[in-house]
């Protein structure tokens, strides 16, 4: 979400009486690739660009095509493909052995419906958000047409609404975008259609003021998560409420939701006021909930609370994690912050948190 964040802040201060644009976006990946479905790079006329839609490889191929579609004021496809790795194939050596498609998109300003304010409509959502995208069809005037309104996709290449009701519902078991193919109506014709799941940013939760919360947030701020602190307003710098969206005491916590893209860290190192928030945000049952400090600081914790329910175990909580962290050996705020960000994107993203080499198959799930 923060590289759609920064594509939009690009966009906005564009002065379009001097620029055009384009917006490239990744729809398609086979085998090995460094970026995945929905990498997006928004290129402006004057060659800048921002976001990127490989590990730097493709980049000075795709600002040329995007400004081809700019010139053009039309839509296309490209394909990169290296999978027999020629590094000449287009002019690069990328070892990644992988296949990528993507589509190049004129942006309209005077469009309300362009893609990015298709983007810009969905940034603030809490929930996820599946976007449909036209990427292959006949009537090349319809390529990139783009709407989280699945009748407009559905109605623009003719076919059955319902159609998209089984395909969405792989899409959102999944939660990952997935490429199909359907059929129109009246012609026999096939469609590509992307179906994208785009998922709210991360909302971090950090209940703390001493100094280590610093190093967590400057690490979270470069994640693009949303950051929320709750700790003792006369200990928290003005750098922590520069960089969060809500900074609140203790008895406000009321005033931090909570859902399905939140992650708690309980690191206030005040034993009562991490029982107190530990006790709150246990109702809630957040997808992430950590505790710093040593594993007999939960018994401890675990003792306590089961003097008032003894049926309390810390342990047979699945969003609960102490001691917090992945075994890295960090030593320091940074290292230790990197640690627990490290097992929040983990748990996320339902992996172990463990070394790559060790792991068999491909890194990424096929898309």
């Known amino acids: 979400m923060k590289e759609i964040r920064n ?13 055009k644009a384009a917006l490239a976006t990744v729809v398609s990946v086979e085998e090995s690739a460094y970026r995945r479905i929905g990498a997006r790079m928004f290129v402006k006329s004057s060659g800048d660009w921002i976001g990127g839609i490989s590990g730097g490889c493709l980049e000075g191929d795709a600002l040329k095509r995007a400004q081809i579609a700019i010139h053009k004021d039309t839509a296309s496809v490209v394909v990169y493909d290296t999978m027999d790795d020629d590094a000449h194939q287009i002019g690069v ?7 990528i498609e993507v589509l190049f998109v004129p942006v309209d300003p005077t469009d309300k419906h362009n893609p990015v304010e298709q983007l810009k409509e969905l940034i603030h959502r809490r929930e996820p958000t599946l976007l449909y995208q036209i990427i292959d069809t006949p009537d090349n005037s319809k390529l990139g047409l783009v709407s989280e309104q699945k009748e407009l996709i559905s109605e623009s290449i003719n076919v059955n609404a319902k159609t998209f009701e089984a395909l969405e519902k792989t899409v959102k078991e999944k939660r990952k975008s997935k490429v199909f193919s359907v059929s129109s109506q009246t012609h026999n014709t096939e469609h590509s259609i992307l179906i994208e799941f785009l998922r709210p940013e991360l909302k971090l939760i950090l209940v703390g003021d001493n100094y ?9 701020t470069e994640l693009g998560w949303d950051i929320q602190v709750i700790g003792l307003m006369r200990k928290i710098g003005k750098h922590i409420f520069d960089r969060s969206s809500k900074v609140v005491s203790y008895d ?12 708690v860290v309980l690191m206030s190192h005040d034993y009562d006021k991490d029982m107190k928030m530990l006790q709150h945000f246990m109702i809630n049952q957040p997808p992430y909930m950590g505790l710093l400090g040593p594993k007999k600081r939960m018994v401890k914790m675990q003792n306590d609370l089961q003097q ?3 049926e309390t175990d810390l342990n047979s909580l699945h969003f609960f994690y102490s001691p917090v962290g992945l075994d890295i050996g960090a030593e320091s705020p940074e290292e230790i912050a990197l640690s627990i960000t490290a097992e929040i994107v983990a748990v996320f993203r339902d992996r172990d948190g463990s070394f790559l080499k060790n792991r068999e198959g491909t890194i990424h799930e096929r898309d």
């Open 252 to 263: 406000q916590v009321g005033e931090i939701g909570v859902d399905e893209y939140s992650a």
């Open 93 to 99: 050596g990328l070892g990644c052995n992988g296949r």
């Open 308 to 310: 008032t329910n003894a």
């Open 212 to 220: 280590d919360v610093n190093a967590f947030v400057g690490i979270a």
């Open 7 to 19: 594509i939009i802040a690009s966009y906005e201060a564009v002065d379009w009486t001097k620029d």
